[in-house]
């Protein structure tokens, strides 16, 4: 039985209220007068939520932990099954707790989950997300030396605001003023991408399925045309402007990744891929030129697997979730004309041409 929206909407606001206060972050205090802080070699990463996007945001604090502390292993507080394809190649991540996506129908794998996470002591316990209230209590409930639950500094919010907007990168720079609050006024080190880590296996698998699709003597543009809710572009968008995409980059294939529904706003106009497999389908995004598509998991996926992305955005905030790096960009249609859109796309691939 699904639960009204309504409901939903309030048991959130009563969880988030009931648990906005809980904990207390603590940090290493370096003293003389003290000992030594904890030498950091078991670090846990908190983010239960099941969704693609949510899952692939947090690999840049994930190697942000490899950077900091290189020999240190990583354990991952998650939900559903996509964290283990997300990092699969992260050799530094060891053990992945998986809460099941539907609690109630899997009770006893629900339970024994939570027994898991506490079964273990860490150096370091990280919040990923501070309003979360799962979280929040996954993170009180976890046995650690250090915990921080992802709250960040008042008196530095309104400048870190302007220097690091974006979701991932604003919860790297948010720990990194944390762990040692002076980082925000020091020359910061690059910050980590989003990344799948594909191997060089999987592109070459990805490159073969490519060419069953498209012909091999040209680029491709790779399109997805769907997203969840208000964040979907309508057939009535999509059709007029894919047509329009042949005409101005009469040069380049394209094809079209289709979602789970298995559905196409462009009416399957152009060669499909359909695959239950992200890595797989990341593999061949890999080999195209560009992606093209809405706010949503598959977007994030496209700019893991590091192919320049262009993300479309008419309802949530691009400056928080667009794609970033490899030439990225957010396209706000709500003020960004179709014309511009075009043209800043082929501003961009003459960049990764040169």
Sequence with gaps: M???PSIQHWRKKITQALTGRLGQSRRPIHNPTNCSPTPIHRILIIRPNHRLGNTLLITPIVAEM???FPTATVDLFVKGGIASEVFREYPQVDRIMALPKKHFKALGTYLWTWIRLRMRSYDLVINSVS?????RLATAWARGTYKWYGDRNDSLQALRTQLIPHMAHGLVMDFRTFWTPQTLFMTPRPLPLMDLKLSAAEKAVGKAILSTLVPTGRKTIALFTFATGA???PPEWWI?????LQ????EYNFIEILPAENVSQIDFAAPTLYSKSIREMAAVIANC???LGADSGVMHLASAALTPTVGLFQVTDPALYGPYGNHSFAA????MTTASLLEQMRQTLLLIER
């Design 247 to 250: 005409t101005e980059f009469p």
């Design 240 to 244: 007029p402007f894919y047509q329009r």
């Design 131 to 135: 309003h979360s209230s799962s979280g």
């Design 289 to 291: 030129s560009l992606f």
């Design 2 to 4: 699904k639960i009204p």
């Design 332 to 335: 706000d249609t709500r003020v």
């Design 231 to 233: 964040k979907c572009y």
């Design 66 to 68: 490899q950077q900091l």
